[in-house]
């Protein structure tokens, strides 16, 4: 019998995501909203009552052991049920003043977090709940949905963001470390850092160049799109990222585009929603809000 055993409290689990997706406590932190040393705190906790370790800090940053591994696939399963639920009981509230949107970790993370300030400001009436999971078993449909897509899918109404606009970017120690290449050959004996399971590869920046077939000297892989852009800033090599999720980092001087190193890519961000549900009043204002914030984009 088990009933009796002790869960982690959802807070642990969105912890362990953070800490899962993010690499360290300092950078769960930022996007849970807590104190690091809260996340500490939370992750020691949860350790304690599963028993083993649920991550090995190595030079690259907290990676999952196999118990982790097994609460993390988990967790995402446990909160994306409890975010269902919340979202049918929000549904049942009259009125159309809630709005509920889908966004991927690193577009919220990178572009749309920072400036919703501003959303929140000019119309604190509308209430917005945000999800970051996709299931094909999900029982409700959001109200809108930001993809990361060559075009739009069927069946819904899409507006275009931004997104393709691709650069080759750094932190400056690392270009001085490589001696400032001015060539796409020169550049091919540096470190490339990619997320495999996203479209924007040095193949794609090399065929674009003029140069299909030239492979950069060594390329080192993350799990998680936001280790890349974390592992560029900090110098350990040269990413290919949206121009429009890095704008505040470029003018900080944070990255660097040496020579404007750059290509077009075919994928860029949507906003979608479906069009077999009527678009409230809520949605008019935010997607007149959301247009206009793009537009100033110029990508």
């Keep these: 019998m088990t009933s009796g055993r002790q869960l ?17 406590t300092s950078a769960a932190a930022d996007s849970t909203n807590l104190t ?12 304690r009552l599963i028993g083993s370790p649920a991550f090995v800090r190595t030079p690259r940053g907290m990676v999952p052991t196999e118990v982790g591994t097994i609460y993390i696939e988990h967790a995402r399963t446990a909160l994306k049920a409890m975010e269902d639920a919340a979202l049918r009981v929000a549904r049942l509230k009259p009125g159309p003043r809630v709005l509920r949107l889908q966004v ?52 819904e109404h899409t507006r275009y963001l931004f997104g393709r606009d691709v650069l080759l970017v750094s932190a400056p120690s690392y270009w001085q470390q490589v001696g400032h290449p001015h060539t796409i050959e020169e550049l091919a004996s540096g470190v490339m850092l990619e997320h495999p399971q996203t479209p ?12 299909p077939g030239l492979e950069v000297r060594h390329t080192t892989r993350f799990g998680y799109y936001t280790m890349v852009i974390r592992a560029a800033l900090a110098g350990q090599g040269m990413a290919l990222i949206p121009r429009g999720l890095i704008l505040e980092d470029l003018a900080a001087g944070r990255f660097v585009n040496p020579h404007g190193f750059a290509y077009r890519s075919d994928y860029g961000y949507w906003f979608a929603r479906p069009e077999n549900i009527a678009s409230s009043e809520s949605m008019c204002i935010f997607e007149k809000w959301l247009g206009a914030i793009a537009e100033d984009m110029q990508d």
């Design 8 to 24: 982690p409290s959802t807070t642990a689990l969105r912890v362990l995501l953070a800490v899962a997706e993010r690499g360290s």
């Design 104 to 155: 991927p970790p690193i577009f919220g993370d990178r572009w749309l977090l920072p400036r919703f300030a501003g959303f929140t400001a000019a119309h604190p009436e509308i209430e917005v709940q945000f999800t970051t999971f996709v299931s094909p078993t999900q029982s409700e449909v959001p109200d809108g949905i930001f993809r990361f897509l060559t075009q739009p899918l069927p069946g």
């Design 200 to 211: 924007l590869h040095w193949r794609h920046f090399a065929a674009s160049s003029g140069h």
């Design 36 to 47: 690091q040393s809260a996340v500490s705190k939370q992750l020691l906790s949860l350790e």
